[in-house]
Structure formats: C-alpha cells, structure tokens
C-alpha cells in the first residue's frame, strides 16, 4: 500500500522508466476508482494513506466523514470516538496474512437526518504496520441492480430479471407489475419462476439475496 501511495503522489516532469510494480499500482487505483463503495486505508490513528475516487468525493463532501488532520472525524465528537476507537481496535488486532481478518461494522450519521447513514466495514490489513481498511456504502449512490447481471448469474429471462432488480430496488410486487405493464397475476408468475432459479423461498430472502450479491459493484 506504500508503493501504490508513493506512485499515487510521484509528479515532476522527469518521467522515470515504467517498472512493472508501477503499473500494477496504477492498474489497482483504476480498479478501486471503479468501485461504487468508498475505500480508504488509515493507519493505527486514523490518518489516511489511500482513498479511492468514490471515498475522495465523500470526503470532500464532509457529509459524515471528514479528512482532518489529527485523522478522520465523524460528524460529531461523540461518532469520532467511535470511529477512532474501532479503527484503533481493528490495527491491534494482529491480522497476519495466515489468520482470518476480523471484521467490524459501524454506522456513521450524515448531515442530513432523511439521509440513510453511511456504513463502514472495517478490516485490518496484513504488513509491517498496522493499516486498517474502510469500506465506505452510501445507499443512495447504489445505481439499480442491472438485469443483464441477473440473467448472467441466474438464466433469469429478460423479464424475470427486470421484475428481480425492481424488487431489490425496493419496489412493491403490484408496483413492478405497473412499471412493467404486466398484470399482477403474471407479475406473480414471473416471480415463481425467479425463486425456483435463484433456490429461493421468499421474497424477503430474494431480495437479500441480490443486494449482498450487487451492493458492492453496482
């Protein structure tokens, strides 16, 4: 993480000789700058060492998450504590790359009280020092489930995955059915036919279901 860093902020006009550890620092940063989630990696006392692209907006918004200089901060004194003393929990935990990484879930308010609060995973990570990393969800950035990656993973037909995206976008049954212009009925056999391809029983678990599969890479 380091080298990928010391790439991130090389400038200058003398342009040394490509090495292949350059690239594959560069190709991580375009990967991570695809992600719909933020990721941010601070050390012991929260101080950042990398963000992506998603995460760098988020910050500059200060909407939950601020970049201060003594580390990040939450909206408030109380949340930053918070924050802090699980980031510091997380770097004394000793994660080798020989022992599973402990995981720690922390929801943060934002500066609007209609707005759902972000929610961080927090991981520590394997090295020399200890780094933690953040995954950073903001809901309403999420865009919708595409059908085509319904019907990729499932043999969902065309419908069948518009009906399945809609419902984990949080649409009623009878709502789908309006949208798209089918009647509830067949809307309802549609839905049939999804459970038996995904092996899911209910709703409920379906949506679940698509929402953990989707949430990250939307």
Same mark, same amino acid.
């Given at each position: 993480m380091s080298r990928l860093r010391g790439h991130l902020e090389a400038g200058g006009a003398d342009v040394p000789p490509v090495r292949q550890g350059d690239v594959r620092a560069a190709l991580l940063q375009h990967l991570l700058d695809e992600l719909l989630? $933020? +990721?941010i990696v601070v050390d012991a006392q929260a101080r950042l060492s990398f963000v992506n692209r998603q995460a760098r907006d988020l910050l500059a918004r200060h909407d939950g998450l601020i970049d201060a200089p003594a580390g990040l901060k939450a909206? %408030?004194?109380?949340? %930053? #504590?918070r924050l802090r003393h699980a980031v510091a929990l997380m770097a *004394?935990? $000793?994660h080798t790359d020989d022992t599973p990484a402990l995981t720690r879930y922390l929801g943060l308010p934002r500066r609007s009280r209609r707005a759902a609060p972000l929610l961080l995973r927090l991981s520590p990570l394997p090295g020399p020092s200890p780094e933690v990393v953040l995954l950073v969800t903001t809901p309403e950035h999420l865009r919708p489930l595409p059908p085509e990656a319904l019907t990729a993973a499932f $043999?969902? %037909?065309? #419908?069948e995955a *518009?009906?399945? $995206?809609?419902?984990?976008?949080g649409h009623e049954l009878r709502d789908c059915a309006r949208l798209l212009a089918m009647g509830e009925g067949t809307a309802r056999n549609h839905l049939k036919? +999804?459970?038996e391809k995904t092996v899911k029983h209910s709703q409920a678990t379906? +949506?679940?279901?698509?929402? #953990?599969m989707a949430a990250p890479c939307r």
């Open positions: 989630i $933020g +990721v909206g %408030t004194a109380a949340h %930053t #504590r *004394a935990s $000793g $043999g969902l %037909t065309p #419908r *518009a009906l399945a $995206g809609m419902l984990a976008d036919h +999804v459970f379906l +949506v679940a279901a698509l929402c #953990r």
